[in-house]
Each structure stands twice: as C-alpha cells, then as structure tokens.
C-alpha cells in the first residue's frame, strides 16, 4: 500500500477572490468557505469538468492508495466543501489534517508525514502541495516523494503525474 498526501488550497482546490466580500476563499477562513454558495463552492474547485478530473484521479490511485489531506486550513471548513463536490467519498475523515491537528507538529507537514509513514511503515508515499517551503522541508527530510504544484491548483498533466507514481 501506498499513501498520497494532498495539500487542499490551491492544490485540490483552486482559490477564487470573491468580489462580494473581498477576500480569497480559501480553507483558513472557514466563515467565507462556509458562507460560499453551492455554485461558488464549485467554481473554487475550478469548475465541474475539473472536479470531474479530480474524482476520476481519486478513484484510480485510492484502490491502491491511502489517501491523505494536509492543510494549513481548517478540518471543518475542508470538509463541506469536499461533500458538496462530491469528493468527500474517497477520504477518511481521521485522514484529513487540518491547522488543529497541525498545531502539534508546528505546522510542518513533512514532520507529520514522516510520523504516519512510520506508523503505517509504508514504502512509498507521495507529497504534492504548491507551497515550495512545505515541499522543500520534505525533501530535505527525505519524508517522501514530492511534487510541486506549479498553478493555482492541481493541473491535468499534474494528475498523469500521480497516476503514474501510483501505478509504479
């Protein structure tokens, strides 16, 4: 077995500024998160055919992948907006990390990757955020794999990427 762990702003998701209230939608505000309409929860994930993508990527890598996410946002406002993109199904909610549960590793991803790993002793695991720092932290660690993400959320050759690493 194999694990993925997933950043969600600007990773699985793919932030919009929202014009009515001046702000990014992004999970460390769980009040805007929580306020978006069902349209907007959508479109901040980059629309339905990119939702679409993300749940064919999920399906394919989780028969044989652990799923994770790690973020700096907040568990509870991650969650409705997994469940209203219908992409909650592929994730235990004990394996969604949040700023809470991130607070007792000082908000350093790599180090709680590193202690699931080696509880769980897998072989292979893999980290995509799009923050270099979290990515750079792991590499130099040599927590696990890594991959970058380079835009505002997880691109379609992106996703081949981890296809690929999973079916290896």
Known sequence: MKALFLDFDSTLSKPQFLERLGVWAIADKPDVLNSLTPEERIANFGGADRIAALDSLLSAVGSSTELYIESLGFKHAIIPQLETA????????????????????????????????????????????DSKDHIAVANKRRVCRTLHVQGNGLSLDEMDDIRAWAAS
């Open 86 to 129: 219908s992409l909650m199904r592929h994730f235990e909610p004990d394996n969604i990390y949040g700023q809470d549960e991130l607070r007792s590793v000082k908000y350093v991803k790599a180090k709680l990757i590193a202690s699931i790993v080696a509880s769980h002793q897998w072989a292979d695991a893999l980290f995509v955020d």
